[in-house]
């Protein structure tokens, strides 16, 4: 599985300017509702529900919001770099400042986790979230995390 299968380079925010958690997740609504033929409030909805049961800040600058979705035929990604970190309530404590999105059709619950897995592999990585952070422009960005090591 490469992550270059699930996000693509126009999928790509830089500097996205928010000051909260809400605010992140409104504009990245907005953002995926136009791949997914979604209504943006019904994805920021579901993914409000999702915070509900936990933060979905991984820790290291990092937060992977993401839900299964009705009405989606294949998974929609986005990763967004902030202007600023943010609060995101995550599991470490600190401020948030890359944003990755998923969206995963209802129906098939394994390939939901299966891409999650997969973006928090690359994460992981040394040097990816230096990289992203340190990126001049999208292609930069999309680079760090599609490429293979």
């Not at 270059?4 to 126009?10: C, F, N, R, S, W």
């Not at 948030?96 to 390939?111: A, G, H, Q, R, S």
């Not at 592999?121 to 040097?127: C, D, E, H, I, T």
């Not at 990816?128 to 960005?141: F, G, H, I, N």
Request: with cysteine; aromatic share 4%.
């Amino acid at each position: 599985m490469k992550l270059a299968d699930y996000i693509k380079p126009e999928n790509v925010i830089l500097n996205l300017d928010v000051s909260s958690k809400t605010q992140a997740l409104q504009a990245m609504s907005a953002s995926a509702s136009k791949l997914a033929a979604i209504p943006a409030d019904t994805i920021l909805s579901a993914l409000l529900k999702r915070e509900k049961l936990g933060s979905t800040g991984v820790g290291q600058g990092v937060a992977l919001p993401h839900t299964r979705i009705a009405g989606t035929s294949r998974p929609v990604a986005l990763v967004a770099r902030l202007t600023q970190p943010i609060d995101f309530e995550s599991i470490d404590g600190k401020p948030v400042d890359i944003v990755f999105l998923l969206l995963t059709p209802d129906e098939e619950p394994n390939k939901h986790l299966n891409v999650l897995a997969c973006f928090s592999r690359k994460l992981r990585s040394p040097g990816v979230l230096d990289q992203m952070r340190a990126a001049k422009d999208a292609t930069s960005l999309y680079s760090c995390f599609t490429e293979e090591l």
